[in-house]
T-cell receptor, first 112, second 113 residues
Framework: LAKTTQPISMDSYEGQEVNITCSHNNIATNDYITWYQQFPSQGPRFIIQGYKTKVTNEVASLFIPADRKSSTLSLPRVSLSDTAVYYCLVGPRNTGGFKTIFGAGTRLFVKA | ETGVTQTPRHLVMGMTNKKSLKCEQHLGHNAMYWYKQSAKKPLELMFVYSLEERVENNSVPSRFSPECPNSSHLFLHLHTLQPEDSALYLC????????????FGSGTRLTVV
């Protein structure tokens, strides 16, 4: 499975847009990119998943360049409640034994 | 409420005790998972079940014993644990084993004394 690299931590202020970039240089052709959010003492929560170009939902946008060696999670107008750890995962679907490997994640601090 | 319920939320047990963690989902998912999250470490996959059959075991010590009686319930039986087993144990489910849109429970915070 492709290894991912994310910044360890990021700071932001309420109302700002936050972009968290994940590097995955060894991404395979059939790999998808998935982002999760985790609050303290809770399980991770699925945010968004994409394969290429741009994906948007009610929570975030995911930008994936043509070479797919990186991806950027964009959180519009963050609030204090967005303070959490964000994980970028890369792996294949439809493998009959898919295994998700979580890295260390990016700890986002949103300040007032 | 995420749709995946774990009990208990907190558990303190001695090294000679036997306890069980319970996970329940009514999302109609066919795959269920146990993850371990130790302090300042990434989540570690422990067990994977698909349609009640174990399909993945990441070399987990035998003091952890999973059980999946049906597609809605998953247990993790614990016995003779070590202090280093103290961690947050997370259960997750997904529609099938081929889809990684996992729904996680809130976890059980386990402390081994």
């Amino acid at each position: 499975l492709a290894k991912t690299t994310q910044p360890i931590s990021m700071d932001s202020y309420e109302g700002q847009e936050v972009n968290i970039t994940c590097s995955h240089n060894n991404i395979a052709t059939n790999d998808y990119i998935t982002w999760y959010q985790q609050f303290p003492s809770q399980g991770p929560r699925f945010i968004i998943q994409g394969y290429k170009t741009k994906v948007t939902n009610e929570v975030a946008s995911l930008f994936i360049p043509a070479d797919r060696k990186s991806s950027t999670l964009s959180l519009p107008r963050v609030s204090l409640s967005d303070t959490a750890v964000y994980y970028c995962l890369v792996g294949p679907r439809n493998t009959g034994g898919f295994k998700t490997i979580f890295g260390a994640g990016t700890r986002l601090f949103v300040k007032a | 409420e995420t749709g995946v319920t774990q009990t208990p939320r907190h558990l303190v047990m001695g090294m000679t005790n036997k306890k069980s963690l319970k996970c329940e989902q009514h999302l109609g998912h066919n795959a269920m998972y146990w993850y371990k999250q130790s302090a300042k470490k990434p989540l570690e996959l422990m067990f994977v079940y698909s349609l009640e059959e174990r399909v993945e075991n990441n070399s987990v010590p035998s003091r952890f014993s999973p059980e999946c009686p049906n597609s809605s319930h998953l247990f993790l039986h614990l016995h003779t644990l070590q202090p280093e087993d103290s961690a947050l144990y997370l259960c997750a489910s997904s529609p099938t084993i081929d889809y990684d849109g996992y729904t996680f429970g809130s976890g059980t915070r386990l402390t081994v004394v």
